[in-house]
C-alpha cells in the first residue's frame, strides 16, 4: 500500500517535472522579448511550414547577432500543429499561458489560424497569420493580420490573364487539402465575376500518385481552352507530369503555391511553358535596380539559399516580410507593448517586402493588392515574367 | 472503346501495378508470420527516397535504384530481428502497435535525414509519352508494369520451385508441421520481411520518377497496400495482384466517371462490401478456425 | 496490504478522485489545465475502446470516427440548425449509436486483422465524408463550435470545463468497472477468452459484441459532442486514423482490460507530445521507440504487467529479504 502510494506520488511529481520543467516558470527575462509560432512542420502542409520556420529561425538569429530588436534578445518559441487545426488551439494556450509570448507569427494553414483567432483576441496580442484564405483579413479582425496574398487574388491575376489571352472557358483541378478547398470556391466566385466558365471542375488528393483520369476528362472536353491547377507542393507537380504525359497543349496556368524552384526541378519539362502569378521574389533579378523590392529579395534568397541549401519557396518569403512587419511596428511603436505594436502594424505605410508592398489601415489588415503579384512563366528550367 | 476510357484503364494499371507491389509484401509477411506489417508503406519511401537521395549526390541511377532497395531490405532485416522477433508471443492488436511504432521511427529518421521536401528519379527511358489510340502512358509505366510482373512470376518460381520457397509456404500453413520437417523457421521470418521490403522499395523505385516521393508519402500507399490485399484475400499471392489491380482500375475509374472527391473512399467501402460477402477476401481460401 | 488494494475496486477509485480533485491547485496556469482536460478525454475515449478491445477482444482501427461523428453532429446541428447543445449532443449521440448498431450487425463477425481492416475502412470513410462535405463541415479547415449551455450553466474557461471532463472520467471509470463486475460484464469477459466456449455456456456471444459496441461508440460520441463545444473549433483529423491508432496505443500501452490502464495510457499519450513539442523528427522517432518498446517488454501492457510484478511471490520475497 504505501509502496503504491510513494510510486504514484513519484509518477505524479515526475510527470509535474516533465511539464514544469519543459517550459520554465514564466520568470521573464527584462531583455527578451519572445515570438510564439504555431507551425504545420508535419501532416498535409509540412511543405509550406517547413520553409516558415527556416524562415524565422535564420531572421531572428541574424537580429540577435546584432544585438537584437532595441536592444532585446529575440526569443523564438514554436510548436507543430501536424497541420490539424484543432491542435493549433490547443498548442496557442500554451504559448500564450506559459511561455507568455509578446507576439504570434504562424498559422500555416487557414484552419489553423482561424481556430487560434479566438484566444488570441481573448488574449490581446497581435498575430501575423501566414495562411492564404480571404476569410482571415475580410473582415479585418482587430488582433489578426495577413501577409499573403488572398487565394482570391490568385484567381484575379490567373483569369485577368487567361481573359487577355481571349480565353473564357477552363478546366480547374484543385486539391481536397484545406488550402484547395477553399481555393477552389473563392476561383469559382472569381470566375463568374470575370465570365470565365468552368467547364471541366474536378479535384484531387495532394497525395495522388497519379491525376490523369481527371485530366483526361478535361483534354477529351472540347470547351477546355486551358488548364488551371490549384495546388501545391507534390499535387501540383504530378498534375503538372500528368498534363506533359497526356500531352495536352493546352495553356497551363498554376497557383502561387507552385512558385519555388522546386517545383520546376521535380516537375521537369514538364513546367515549361506554365504560367502563375509569384510573388516579386521569384523575378528579382528581372526588376529595374530602384525597385524597392529588388534588393531586399535578392538578400533573401542568398541568405536562405546559402544557409539552408535547398530550393526558395514563396512561403519562407511571406514569412520573413512578416518578421519585418513585426520589426519595424516595434520600432515605430519604440517598445514592445501588445497594444501599441498592434497599432503600429495597423499603421504601416509602404513598407517594402519580398511579396509586396504592404500599407495597412483599420479596414485592410492585408495592405496588398492584386498588383503585388508579378505573373511569371517558366522558361528555360526559370521563372521569368510572362509579359 | 473510348479513347477516355483507354486513358483511365491505362492509369488505372499503372497506379494498381504500385498498389500490388505493396499488397504482395503485406501479404507475404502475413503468410509467413501472420502479421500485417504497418510499417509496408515506409519500405516504398524509404526505396524512392535512397535511391533519390544517392541519385541527387552524384551515384549513377541503376546503381543508386540497387542501393535503395538493399537499404529497405537492411530496415526489414533490422524490424524483423529486432521489434517483430522478441515479440513472437504478443497479441494482434499488440503487434499492430509495433509495427506501427517501427513504422514512425523509420518516417522519423528519414525527416531527421534527409528533410521534409519532395524528391524525384530521372525517368528510366525519357519522359515522352507513348500514344495508343488516342490515350497515352509513359515509358516509366511500362517500366512499373513490366517489372512489377517480372517480380510476380519470379515470386511463383520461388514458392513453387525452391527449396526455401516451399519452406515459406510450408511455414504459413503450419508453423509447428513446418519445424518439424525441418524448416528453419526463423530463417524464413527473416527472409521474408527482406524480400517484402526490397519489393516495396521496387515499387517506390519504379513509381518516384511519375509521383515524386517525400518523407510522408509511404502512409497512404501502405493503407491501400493493406486494402489491395484484403480485397484479393490476406496471405494470397494471386490475391495481392488481383487486388492491387482492381483497386487501381477501380480508382481511376471513380475519378474518371464518378466523382474524384470520393475516390479515396471507394476502396475503402468496397473492402467493407468484400468483407461482408465473402470474409476471406475475393481469392482468399476459405479460413479455418482453431478452437 | 498489496493485495487488498490491489483486488479492490475502490482504493483505485479514491486515489483517481483524489487526484482530480487536487490537480486544479497544483496546475500553475490554463495550458497545464488544457493538457490535463485533454488527458481526461484520452483517458475517457480509451476506456471506451478498452470496453470494446479489453473485454471482447475485438479490435478497431477506426474508433475516433465515432468520436468524430459526435463532435461534428454537435458542431453541424448548432451552428447551421441552431439546435440548443445538449439536444444536439443527444441527437448526435443516438444518430453514432444506430450507426454502430447498423455497422456492429454486420463487421462484427468478423475477425483478427479483417476487422481491424474494417473499422479502419470505416473510420477513414468517416474522415472522408467530414473532408469532403465543406459546405456542411467546414472541409479540411475545420469549423468553429459555440459554447456549450446546460440548465443555464455555461462552462467557460479551462478552469470550469475541468470539471465536467473530471466528473465524466470519474463516471465512466465508474461505469466501466460496474459493467465488468456485472453478471454481463463476465459474460464480455469470457467472449475474450473463448468465444466457442462463452456461447457453449449459452452467452449470446453476437448479441454482446454488438451491445458493447455500440455503447463504446456512444460514450466516444458525447464525449466527441463535449470536446466539440470545449475546444471551439473541430477538424475531421479528429475522426482520422492517427487519433484512432493513438486510442489503440493508450489502451493497449496501458493494458487490455485493465481501465487504469487507459488512464495510464491517457497520461502518457498527453504528457508526451509537450514534452517533446518542438523537436519534429524526433518527436515522432521517440514516439515509435516508446510504442514498440513497450510492446515488446511488456507485451500486456504497463499496469497489468506492474500488479502482476507487485503480485508476484518472488517479489515479496526479495521484499523481505531487503527489510
Same mark, same amino acid.
Given at each position: 500500500?504505501?509502496?503504491?502510494?510513494?510510486?504514484?506520488?513519484?509518477?505524479?511529481?515526475?510527470?509535474?517535472?516533465?511539464?514544469?520543467?519543459?517550459?520554465?516558470?514564466?520568470?521573464?527575462?527584462?531583455?527578451?522579448?519572445?515570438?510564439?509560432?504555431?507551425?504545420?512542420?508535419?501532416?498535409?502542409?509540412?511543405?509550406?511550414?517547413?520553409?516558415?520556420?527556416?524562415?524565422?529561425?535564420?531572421?531572428?538569429?541574424?537580429?540577435?547577432?546584432?544585438?537584437?530588436?532595441?536592444?532585446?534578445?529575440?526569443?523564438?518559441?514554436?510548436?507543430?500543429?501536424?497541420?490539424?487545426?484543432?491542435?493549433?488551439?490547443?498548442?496557442?494556450?500554451?504559448?500564450?499561458?506559459?511561455?507568455?509570448?509578446?507576439?504570434?507569427?504562424?498559422?500555416?494553414?487557414?484552419?489553423?489560424?482561424?481556430?487560434?483567432?479566438?484566444?488570441?483576441?481573448?488574449?490581446?496580442?497581435?498575430?501575423?497569420?501566414?495562411?492564404?484564405?480571404?476569410?482571415?483579413?475580410?473582415?479585418?479582425?482587430?488582433?489578426?493580420?495577413?501577409?499573403?496574398?488572398?487565394?482570391?487574388?490568385?484567381?484575379?491575376?490567373?483569369?485577368?490573364?487567361?481573359?487577355?489571352?481571349?480565353?473564357?472557358?477552363?478546366?480547374?483541378?484543385?486539391?481536397?487539402?484545406?488550402?484547395?478547398?477553399?481555393?477552389?470556391?473563392?476561383?469559382?466566385?472569381?470566375?463568374?465575376?470575370?465570365?470565365?466558365?468552368?467547364?471541366?471542375?474536378?479535384?484531387?488528393?495532394?497525395?495522388?500518385?497519379?491525376?490523369?483520369?481527371?485530366?483526361?476528362?478535361?483534354?477529351?472536353?472540347?470547351?477546355?481552352?486551358?488548364?488551371?491547377?490549384?495546388?501545391?507542393?507534390?499535387?501540383?507537380?504530378?498534375?503538372?507530369?500528368?498534363?506533359?504525359?497526356?500531352?495536352?497543349?493546352?495553356?497551363?496556368?498554376?497557383?502561387?503555391?507552385?512558385?519555388?524552384?522546386?517545383?520546376?526541378?521535380?516537375?521537369?519539362?514538364?513546367?515549361?511553358?506554365?504560367?502563375?502569378?509569384?510573388?516579386?521574389?521569384?523575378?528579382?533579378?528581372?526588376?529595374?535596380?530602384?525597385?524597392?523590392?529588388?534588393?531586399?529579395?535578392?538578400?533573401?534568397?542568398?541568405?536562405?539559399?546559402?544557409?539552408?541549401?535547398?530550393?526558395?519557396?514563396?512561403?519562407?518569403?511571406?514569412?520573413?516580410?512578416?518578421?519585418?512587419?513585426?520589426?519595424?511596428?516595434?520600432?515605430?511603436?519604440?517598445?514592445?507593448?501588445?497594444?501599441?505594436?498592434?497599432?503600429?502594424?495597423?499603421?504601416?505605410?509602404?513598407?517594402?517586402?519580398?511579396?509586396?508592398?504592404?500599407?495597412?489601415?483599420?479596414?485592410?489588415?492585408?495592405?496588398?493588392?492584386?498588383?503585388?503579384?508579378?505573373?511569371?512563366?517558366?522558361?528555360?528550367?526559370?521563372?521569368?515574367?510572362?509579359? | 472503346?473510348?479513347?477516355?476510357?483507354?486513358?483511365?484503364?491505362?492509369?488505372?494499371?499503372?497506379?494498381?501495378?504500385?498498389?500490388?507491389?505493396?499488397?504482395?509484401?503485406?501479404?507475404?509477411?502475413?503468410?509467413?508470420?501472420?502479421?500485417?506489417?504497418?510499417?509496408?508503406?515506409?519500405?516504398?519511401?524509404?526505396?524512392?527516397?535512397?535511391?533519390?537521395?544517392?541519385?541527387?549526390?552524384?551515384?549513377?541511377?541503376?546503381?543508386?535504384?540497387?542501393?535503395?532497395?538493399?537499404?529497405?531490405?537492411?530496415?526489414?532485416?533490422?524490424?524483423?530481428?529486432?521489434?517483430?522477433?522478441?515479440?513472437?508471443?504478443?497479441?494482434?492488436?499488440?503487434?499492430?502497435?509495433?509495427?506501427?511504432?517501427?513504422?514512425?521511427?523509420?518516417?522519423?529518421?528519414?525527416?531527421?535525414?534527409?528533410?521534409?521536401?519532395?524528391?524525384?528519379?530521372?525517368?528510366?527511358?525519357?519522359?515522352?509519352?507513348?500514344?495508343?489510340?488516342?490515350?497515352?502512358?509513359?515509358?516509366?509505366?511500362?517500366?512499373?508494369?513490366?517489372?512489377?510482373?517480372?517480380?510476380?512470376?519470379?515470386?511463383?518460381?520461388?514458392?513453387?520451385?525452391?527449396?526455401?520457397?516451399?519452406?515459406?509456404?510450408?511455414?504459413?500453413?503450419?508453423?509447428?508441421?513446418?519445424?518439424?520437417?525441418?524448416?528453419?523457421?526463423?530463417?524464413?521470418?527473416?527472409?521474408?520481411?527482406?524480400?517484402?521490403?526490397?519489393?516495396?522499395?521496387?515499387?517506390?523505385?519504379?513509381?518516384?520518377?511519375?509521383?515524386?516521393?517525400?518523407?510522408?508519402?509511404?502512409?497512404?500507399?501502405?493503407?491501400?497496400?493493406?486494402?489491395?490485399?484484403?480485397?484479393?484475400?490476406?496471405?494470397?499471392?494471386?490475391?495481392?495482384?488481383?487486388?492491387?489491380?482492381?483497386?487501381?482500375?477501380?480508382?481511376?475509374?471513380?475519378?474518371?466517371?464518378?466523382?474524384?472527391?470520393?475516390?479515396?473512399?471507394?476502396?475503402?467501402?468496397?473492402?467493407?462490401?468484400?468483407?461482408?460477402?465473402?470474409?476471406?477476401?475475393?481469392?482468399?481460401?476459405?479460413?479455418?478456425?482453431?478452437? | 496490504?498489496?493485495?487488498?488494494?490491489?483486488?479492490?475496486?475502490?482504493?483505485?477509485?479514491?486515489?483517481?478522485?483524489?487526484?482530480?480533485?487536487?490537480?486544479?491547485?497544483?496546475?500553475?496556469?490554463?495550458?497545464?489545465?488544457?493538457?490535463?482536460?485533454?488527458?481526461?478525454?484520452?483517458?475517457?475515449?480509451?476506456?471506451?475502446?478498452?470496453?470494446?478491445?479489453?473485454?471482447?477482444?475485438?479490435?478497431?482501427?477506426?474508433?475516433?470516427?465515432? /468520436?468524430? %461523428?459526435? +463532435?461534428?453532429? *454537435? !458542431? &453541424? @446541428?448548432? #451552428?447551421?440548425?441552431?439546435?440548443?447543445?445538449?439536444?444536439?449532443?443527444?441527437?448526435?449521440?443516438?444518430?453514432?449509436?444506430?450507426?454502430?448498431?447498423?455497422?456492429?450487425?454486420?463487421?462484427?463477425?468478423?475477425?483478427?486483422?479483417?476487422?481491424?481492416?474494417?473499422?479502419?475502412?470505416?473510420?477513414?470513410?468517416?474522415?472522408?465524408?467530414?473532408?469532403?462535405?465543406?459546405?456542411?463541415?467546414?472541409?479540411?479547415?475545420?469549423?468553429?463550435?459555440?459554447?456549450?449551455?446546460?440548465?443555464?450553466?455555461?462552462?467557460?474557461?479551462?478552469?470550469?470545463?475541468?470539471?465536467?471532463?473530471?466528473?465524466?472520467?470519474?463516471?465512466?471509470?465508474?461505469?466501466?468497472?460496474?459493467?465488468?463486475?456485472?453478471?454481463?460484464?463476465?459474460?464480455?469477459?469470457?467472449?475474450?477468452?473463448?468465444?466457442?466456449?462463452?456461447?457453449?455456456?449459452?452467452?449470446?456471444?453476437?448479441?454482446?459484441?454488438?451491445?458493447? /459496441?455500440? %455503447?463504446? +461508440?456512444?460514450? *466516444? !460520441? &458525447? @464525449?466527441? #459532442?463535449?470536446?466539440?463545444?470545449?475546444?471551439?473549433?473541430?477538424?475531421?483529423?479528429?475522426?482520422?486514423?492517427?487519433?484512432?491508432?493513438?486510442?489503440?496505443?493508450?489502451?493497449?500501452?496501458?493494458?487490455?482490460?485493465?481501465?487504469?490502464?487507459?488512464?495510464?495510457?491517457?497520461?502518457?499519450?498527453?504528457?508526451?507530445?509537450?514534452?517533446?513539442?518542438?523537436?519534429?523528427?524526433?518527436?515522432?522517432?521517440?514516439?515509435?521507440?516508446?510504442?514498440?518498446?513497450?510492446?515488446?517488454?511488456?507485451?500486456?501492457?504497463?499496469?497489468?504487467?506492474?500488479?502482476?510484478?507487485?503480485?508476484?511471490?518472488?517479489?515479496?520475497?526479495?521484499?523481505?529479504?531487503?527489510?
Amino acid at each position: 500500500m504505501m509502496f503504491v502510494k510513494k510510486a504514484m506520488g513519484t509518477v505524479c511529481a515526475a510527470v509535474m517535472t516533465v511539464l514544469v520543467g519543459q517550459s520554465p516558470m514564466p520568470v521573464q527575462a527584462a531583455d527578451t522579448v519572445k515570438i510564439g509560432s504555431v507551425l504545420s512542420l508535419t501532416g498535409g502542409a509540412a511543405t509550406l511550414g517547413d520553409p516558415e520556420l527556416k524562415t524565422l529561425q535564420m531572421y531572428v538569429e541574424e537580429a540577435n547577432k546584432t544585438g537584437g530588436l532595441l536592444g532585446r534578445r529575440i526569443e523564438l518559441v514554436h510548436y507543430d500543429d501536424g497541420s490539424e487545426p484543432a491542435k493549433a488551439n490547443g498548442l496557442i494556450k500554451r504559448l500564450l499561458e506559459d511561455d507568455k509570448v509578446d507576439m504570434l507569427i504562424g498559422g500555416t494553414t487557414t484552419g489553423a489560424s482561424m481556430a487560434i483567432y479566438p484566444l488570441v483576441e481573448k488574449a490581446k496580442i497581435p498575430f501575423i497569420s501566414l495562411a492564404g484564405a480571404t476569410v482571415i483579413a475580410e473582415p479585418a479582425k482587430t488582433w489578426m493580420f495577413k501577409i499573403s496574398h488572398h487565394d482570391r487574388m490568385v484567381g484575379e491575376k490567373v483569369m485577368a490573364d487567361m481573359k487577355a489571352r481571349g480565353i473564357t472557358s477552363i478546366g480547374m483541378l484543385s486539391d481536397t487539402s484545406g488550402y484547395g478547398q477553399s481555393a477552389r470556391k473563392e476561383m469559382q466566385a472569381v470566375a463568374q465575376r470575370l465570365g470565365v466558365t468552368i467547364a471541366v471542375d474536378e479535384t484531387f488528393n495532394t497525395k495522388d500518385t497519379d491525376v490523369t483520369a481527371q485530366l483526361a476528362k478535361m483534354k477529351n472536353n472540347p470547351a477546355v481552352k486551358a488548364i488551371f491547377v490549384v495546388s501545391f507542393g507534390q499535387g501540383a507537380i504530378v498534375a503538372t507530369k500528368n498534363i506533359a504525359q497526356l500531352g495536352i497543349t493546352l495553356p497551363h496556368y498554376q497557383a502561387h503555391g507552385s512558385a519555388s524552384k522546386e517545383y520546376i526541378r521535380l516537375a521537369g519539362a514538364a513546367a515549361e511553358g506554365v504560367r502563375l502569378p509569384a510573388p516579386a521574389l521569384m523575378v528579382a533579378a528581372e526588376l529595374p535596380d530602384n525597385d524597392p523590392q529588388k534588393q531586399i529579395s535578392l538578400d533573401y534568397a542568398a541568405a536562405y539559399e546559402a544557409r539552408y541549401k535547398t530550393d526558395l519557396s514563396p512561403f519562407g518569403a511571406y514569412t520573413r516580410d512578416a518578421f519585418f512587419l513585426w520589426a519595424d511596428a516595434v520600432k515605430r511603436a519604440g517598445g514592445f507593448d501588445k497594444a501599441k505594436v498592434r497599432d503600429a502594424i495597423e499603421s504601416t505605410k509602404g513598407l517594402a517586402g519580398t511579396c509586396g508592398i504592404v500599407t495597412m489601415s483599420a479596414g485592410d489588415h492585408l495592405g496588398l493588392d492584386v498588383s503585388a503579384f508579378k505573373l511569371v512563366t517558366v522558361k528555360n528550367g526559370a521563372f521569368v515574367l510572362a509579359d | 472503346m473510348s479513347s477516355e476510357l483507354l486513358q483511365f484503364i491505362l492509369s488505372g494499371v499503372t497506379l494498381g501495378a504500385t498498389y500490388t507491389l505493396a499488397a504482395l509484401g503485406f501479404s507475404m509477411i502475413y503468410n509467413a508470420s501472420g502479421v500485417i506489417n504497418f510499417a509496408q508503406g515506409e519500405f516504398i519511401m524509404v526505396g524512392g527516397m535512397a535511391a533519390s537521395f544517392l541519385t541527387a549526390a552524384g551515384v549513377p541511377l541503376p546503381l543508386a535504384c540497387v542501393l535503395g532497395v538493399m537499404v529497405a531490405g537492411v530496415i526489414g532485416w533490422l524490424i524483423e530481428r529486432f521489434a517483430i522477433a522478441p515479440a513472437r508471443d504478443a497479441e494482434v492488436a499488440s503487434i499492430i502497435i509495433i509495427t506501427i511504432g517501427v513504422s514512425m521511427i523509420v518516417r522519423g529518421f528519414t525527416e531527421i535525414l534527409l528533410g521534409k521536401g519532395a524528391y524525384a528519379l530521372p525517368h528510366f527511358s525519357g519522359e515522352a509519352p507513348i500514344a495508343l489510340a488516342g490515350a497515352t502512358i509513359l515509358p516509366q509505366s511500362l517500366w512499373v508494369l513490366a517489372v512489377c510482373a517480372l517480380i510476380v512470376a519470379g515470386l511463383g518460381l520461388f514458392f513453387g520451385r525452391t527449396r526455401i520457397g516451399k519452406g515459406v509456404l510450408a511455414t504459413s500453413y503450419n508453423r509447428l508441421a513446418a519445424q518439424l520437417v525441418g524448416v528453419d523457421v526463423r530463417k524464413v521470418l527473416t527472409l521474408s520481411f527482406v524480400l517484402s521490403a526490397a519489393i516495396g522499395a521496387v515499387g517506390g523505385v519504379l513509381v518516384t520518377p511519375i509521383a515524386t516521393v517525400s518523407f510522408d508519402t509511404g502512409v497512404m500507399l501502405g493503407l491501400k497496400g493493406f486494402v489491395a490485399a484484403t480485397l484479393g484475400g490476406l496471405g494470397s499471392g494471386p490475391g495481392a495482384v488481383f487486388g492491387g489491380l482492381f483497386l487501381g482500375l477501380i480508382e481511376a475509374l471513380t475519378a474518371g466517371y464518378i466523382s474524384s472527391s470520393y475516390k479515396d473512399a471507394v476502396p475503402f467501402v468496397l473492402v467493407f462490401i468484400v468483407l461482408v460477402l465473402r470474409p476471406q477476401g475475393l481469392l482468399g481460401a476459405k479460413p479455418t478456425d482453431r478452437i | 496490504m498489496t493485495s487488498l488494494f490491489l483486488n479492490s475496486r475502490w482504493p483505485g477509485l479514491a486515489l483517481l478522485t483524489v487526484v482530480v480533485m487536487a490537480l486544479p491547485a497544483i496546475l500553475p496556469n490554463a495550458f497545464y489545465v488544457d493538457v490535463a482536460i485533454r488527458i481526461a478525454i484520452l483517458a475517457i475515449n480509451g476506456i471506451a475502446l478498452n470496453l470494446l478491445m479489453g473485454y471482447t477482444g475485438q479490435i478497431s482501427l477506426g474508433h475516433a470516427g465515432f /468520436f468524430g %461523428l459526435g +463532435a461534428y453532429g *454537435s !458542431a &453541424v @446541428l448548432t #451552428s447551421h440548425f441552431g439546435v440548443p447543445a445538449l439536444l444536439a449532443l443527444l441527437a448526435s449521440a443516438a444518430f453514432t449509436a444506430v450507426i454502430a448498431y447498423g455497422v456492429g450487425r454486420v463487421i462484427l463477425r468478423l475477425r483478427g486483422h479483417y476487422l481491424a481492416m474494417a473499422t479502419l475502412g470505416l473510420g477513414i470513410i468517416v474522415s472522408i465524408v467530414l473532408t469532403n462535405e465543406a459546405a456542411w463541415t467546414g472541409g479540411p479547415d475545420g469549423m468553429a463550435v459555440d459554447g456549450f449551455t446546460l440548465f443555464g450553466f455555461t462552462p467557460s474557461g479551462e478552469r470550469q470545463w475541468y470539471w465536467v471532463f473530471a466528473v465524466l472520467l470519474v463516471g465512466t471509470v465508474v461505469l466501466a468497472q460496474n459493467l465488468i463486475d456485472s453478471p454481463a460484464g463476465r459474460a464480455l469477459q469470457a467472449l475474450h477468452g473463448s468465444e466457442t466456449a462463452a456461447a457453449v455456456a449459452g452467452i449470446s456471444v453476437r448479441q454482446r459484441k454488438i451491445a458493447v /459496441f455500440v %455503447l463504446s +461508440a456512444t460514450v *466516444s !460520441a &458525447v @464525449l466527441g #459532442s463535449l470536446t466539440a463545444h470545449y475546444s471551439g473549433y473541430v477538424n475531421p483529423g479528429l475522426a482520422g486514423f492517427l487519433q484512432s491508432v493513438e486510442l489503440v496505443i493508450i489502451v493497449v500501452l496501458g493494458g487490455m482490460a485493465s481501465i487504469y490502464g487507459s488512464v495510464f495510457g491517457a497520461v502518457i499519450m498527453g504528457v508526451l507530445p509537450q514534452v517533446l513539442a518542438g523537436y519534429e523528427g524526433w518527436d515522432s522517432v521517440a514516439f515509435g521507440v516508446i510504442m514498440a518498446a513497450a510492446m515488446i517488454f511488456l507485451p500486456r501492457g504497463v499496469v497489468p504487467s506492474l500488479t502482476a510484478w507487485l503480485r508476484s511471490p518472488n517479489r515479496r520475497r526479495g521484499e523481505g529479504a531487503a527489510c
